[in-house]
């Protein structure tokens, strides 16, 4: 009998449970940076992948300092970088966001913020008002909307969570920001039902939204680090008739900065926040090595599920 490997899935680099050869995933072009603005955030949502919530710490804000020091690498190393994205946590806790934001559209960077659109936003509004006149749809904010239904969506962030939220959304749409939506997919309900809910919703408020048009209601799959998820194999691709540089982390690279550190790190994908075997170093010129799919959401969230946080 073949004695058992030394390894449990998600634990070796090279080689999977099995004995296998794990897949990589290689920088095809740094297109899309993002930035965590911190784990905190004024809800404790059900399967949150981050944990955020308001007493998780464990990232810290990000500063303005922090995103210029990676803004000036990208130009000076002449990078393809065409997005930047923030999430959390609630971006619009950091207090340095709306300076952070001005930053990055300043250099003509597209924008993309993560948001619940509760009052962590509200109280940003007027300054966001400006950045919409001055900038237009260079600023794009995708609204988390875990179901079309008030009373499932609260299911998962908690009571009262529904009109705050819809009060934000509305406003946003109402002076024609450049919005998205982002709903879950744990309803047991297939994309077409999903998508036809979302529509009733958008035309029941007024919000300006296509349910049909997967850059405007994105269906993230669902992540459960406890659930008992497949190793993704060099094999696969062919199996699964997916591409390595369709992958989230052949395109995209996120800088965090943990509690207590002095620098920012950089990290493959916005999933990986927390692990340090996925940490990349300090700069962005020395994070292009392939990314081992070495985590349950490397195979749930983007070989299985097909799920990217960039706007494309």
Request: charged letters at 20%.
């Amino acid at each position: 009998m073949d004695s058992p490997l030394p390894y449990t899935k998600f634990e070796h680099p090279e080689i999977t449970a099995k004995g296998e050869t794990r897949a990589h995933v290689a920088l095809k072009q740094l297109e899309t940076l993002w930035f965590n603005t911190g784990s905190l955030c004024n809800l404790s949502c059900q399967g949150c992948y981050m944990d955020s919530s308001p007493t998780n710490d464990r990232l810290a804000y990000i500063t303005t300092d922090d995103v210029r020091t990676f803004l000036d690498e990208i130009v000076t190393q002449s990078m393809t970088v065409q997005e930047i994205g923030f999430t959390g946590g609630e971006p619009f806790m950091n207090p340095q966001i709306i300076e952070i934001l001005t930053l990055c559209l300043d250099q003509g960077f597209d924008v993309l913020v993560l948001s619940n659109a509760m009052k962590p936003l509200h109280h940003h509004k007027e300054a966001l008002l400006g950045l919409k006149k001055k900038y237009g749809c260079k600023l794009g904010i995708r609204v988390s909307v875990d179901h079309y239904r008030a009373k499932d969506h609260e299911k998962l962030r908690g009571a009262q969570s529904w009109d705050m939220m819809i009060e934000g959304l509305c406003w946003l749409s109402q002076n024609e920001f450049k919005l998205a939506v982002a709903g879950r997919t744990l309803w047991q309900e297939g994309e077409d039902v999903a998508r036809v809910g979302y529509g009733h919703m958008f035309a029941q408020y007024d919000i300006s939204l296509n349910a049909t048009d997967p850059s405007a209601l994105v269906l993230f799959p669902e992540m459960d680090i406890e659930a008992d998820v497949p190793e993704i194999t060099v094999a696969c691709w062919d199996i699964l008739g997916v591409r390595p540089d369709a992958m989230m982390c052949a395109t995209s690279r996120m800088v965090i900065r943990r509690k207590g550190d002095s620098v920012a790190k950089v990290v493959p994908c916005t999933l990986l926040p927390y692990d340090p075997k996925f940490e990349m170093g300090t700069h962005l010129s020395t994070s292009g090595g392939p990314v081992a799919l070495n985590h349950p959401h490397c195979a749930k969230f983007c070989v299985l599920g097909g799920g990217s946080c960039s706007k494309n």
